[in-house]
């Protein structure tokens, strides 16, 4: 059984950073892409960042020069420093998985954790 386990959300104010972490459990992690979506209330869910297999990352528009995916593979762990927080980067975080990068960019990965909150306030 595949589990993936968020921690590392929480609230803080505008300009602050946090560090969220995703742990996988009972698959190969260094075949997995990985990839982080948030979704606020009321909105569609959106991807964050993504990091494929060859480790090379990239950034929706919005997060660019203020996020950063990173990952332990002998940790077995997907990372995302927040820094410069915004209100807008207000959501519950997921940290998703599978071995086919196209399906974790396009959202529909086959391994999901429960979410992280994290809350940004003015």
């Known amino acids: 059984q595949v589990l993936l386990v968020e921690s590392g959300g929480g609230s803080v104010q505008a300009g602050g950073s946090l560090r969220l972490s995703c742990v996988v459990f009972?698959?190969?992690?260094?075949?997995?892409?990985m990839g982080w979506f948030r979704q606020a209330l009321g909105k569609e869910r959106e991807g964050v960042a993504h990091?494929?297999?060859?480790?090379?990352?990239s950034y929706v528009d919005s997060v660019k020069g203020r996020f950063t995916i990173s990952q332990d593979n002998a940790k077995n762990t997907l990372y995302l420093q927040m820094n410069s927080l915004k209100p807008e980067d207000t959501a519950m975080y997921f940290c998703?998985?599978?071995?086919?990068?196209?399906?974790?960019?396009?959202?529909?990965?086959?391994?999901w954790g429960r979410g992280t909150q994290v809350t940004v306030s003015s």
């Open positions: 998703c998985a599978d071995p086919d990068d196209y399906l974790v960019v396009n959202g529909t990965a086959n391994y």
């Open positions: 009972g698959y190969a992690y260094s075949t997995l892409s």
């Open positions: 990091i494929d297999t060859d480790g090379k990352p």
